[in-house]
């Protein structure tokens, strides 16, 4: 079992920045793949930005590209620095790990709150 709890959402007007941090506890050794994902009211979750186990990026969601930033501090913690913020990134933000075996994302966070206000 793993256990994320994520910090650092709230509210920033266009333009501003916000850093998210996401730390696992638990059986982290477990742990393939760590990501961030999000979920705007009326959607569906989506993918923003994923990290393997050694801190390798795998990949980024389109419409964050150029303006997110995913890293990983050591073998438990991760960040989400998100610059250049727009309305359109609204969503509660989710911290996601995916373990080693599985083709999916099994242990998610409590949600952290981002609104960007035009």
């Known amino acids: 079992q793993v256990q994320l709890v994520e910090s650092g959402g709230g509210s920033v007007q266009s333009g501003g920045s916000l850093r998210l941090s996401c730390v696992a506890s638990?059986?982290?050794?477990?742990?393939?793949?760590m990501g961030w994902f999000r979920q705007a009211p009326g959607k569906e979750r989506e993918g923003v930005a994923t990290?393997?186990?050694?801190?390798?990026?795998l990949n980024y969601a389109d419409s964050v590209k150029g303006r997110f930033t995913i890293s990983k501090a050591n073998e438990n913690t991760l960040y989400l620095q998100m610059n250049s913020l727009k309305p359109e990134d609204t969503a509660m933000y989710y911290c996601?790990?995916?373990?080693?075996?599985?083709?999916?994302?099994?242990?998610w966070g409590q949600g952290n709150q981002v609104t960007v206000s035009s």
């Open positions: 638990g059986n982290i050794y477990i742990i393939h793949y």
């Open positions: 996601g790990v995916r373990e080693h075996g599985r083709a999916d994302f099994s242990y």
């Open positions: 990290v393997d186990n050694r801190g390798i990026v």
